[in-house]
T-cell receptor, first 114, second 113 residues
Framework: EDQVTQSPEALRLQEGESSSLNCSYT??????LFWYRQDPGKGPEFLFT???AGEEKEKERLKATLTKKESFLHITAPKPEDSATYLC???????????????FGKGTHLIIQP | EAGVAQSPRYKIIEKRQSVAFWCNPI?????LYWYQQILGQGPKLLIQ????????DSQLPKDRFSAERLKGVDSTLKIQPAKLEDSAVYLC???????????FGPGTRLTVL
């Protein structure tokens, strides 16, 4: 069974204080690892997809990296508007059928204080 | 480009009642998903459609949940009868094709009393 564990569960930072969120995963065969941002009362918003170990992607103050067992979401000099829950999800490589639903972690609740 | 639309946004029902949720995916998206998100948890896949066919419903509690996508566009998810533990946000997502990025709607928050 595919599993995703995110840490920490919650993180409070001062504006400008850089940090990293962790996503550990076990999957029968990884097709892709996804990062989403979720604001209160809204659906998850797509951020990144990573496909292979060593891959990195960046968007504004966010950078996602991938190894064979975990992914990190690095946030550099965060601003209060970066406050949200960040969700990590894996998509397994399946043979036939085309089922490609995501298995999500519980998320990291990030608060950036001005 | 319009996003995924869902309605209603909120629903409160008594246990043992029935409820239905509606989803309209992004135009042209062939793949549609329903997820259940319980408070404090990540979304959990319930069912996946490719056009109007079911690809994966292995995690759908079929004794009380049903879903359809008759014309390969919009979809409905029904719960009958509802239980207290069904209280959650029901999220619809769509993707252009299988193995593409999934885009989520705002969700329907269901409270079962």
């Amino acid at each position: 069974e595919d599993q995703v564990t995110q840490s920490p569960e919650a993180l409070r930072l001062q504006e400008g204080e850089s940090s990293s969120l962790n996503c550990s995963y076990t999957v029968s065969g990884l097709r892709g690892l996804f990062w989403y941002r979720q604001d209160p009362g809204k659906g998850p918003e797509f951020l990144f997809t990573l496909y292979s170990a060593g891959e990195e992607k960046e968007k504004e103050r966010l950078k996602a990296t991938l190894t064979k067992k975990e992914s990190f979401l690095h946030i550099t000099a965060p601003k209060p508007e970066d406050s949200a829950t960040y969700l990590c999800a894996v998509q397994a490589r399946v043979s036939g059928g085309g089922a490609d639903g995501l298995t999500f972690g519980k998320g990291t609740h990030l608060i950036i204080q001005p | 480009e319009a996003g995924v639309a869902q309605s209603p946004r909120y629903k409160i029902i008594e246990k043992r009642q029935s409820v239905a949720f509606w989803c309209n995916p992004i135009s042209g998206h062939a793949t549609l998903y329903w997820y259940q998100q319980i408070l404090g948890q990540g979304p959990k896949l319930l069912i996946q459609f490719q056009n109007n066919g079911v690809v994966d419903d292995s995690q759908l509690p079929k004794d009380r949940f049903s879903a359809e996508r008759l014309k390969g566009v919009d979809s409905t998810l029904k719960i009958q009868p509802a239980k207290l533990e069904d209280s959650a946000v029901y999220l619809c997502a769509s993707s252009l094709a299988q193995f593409n990025e999934q885009f989520f709607g705002p969700g329907t928050r269901l409270t079962v009393l």
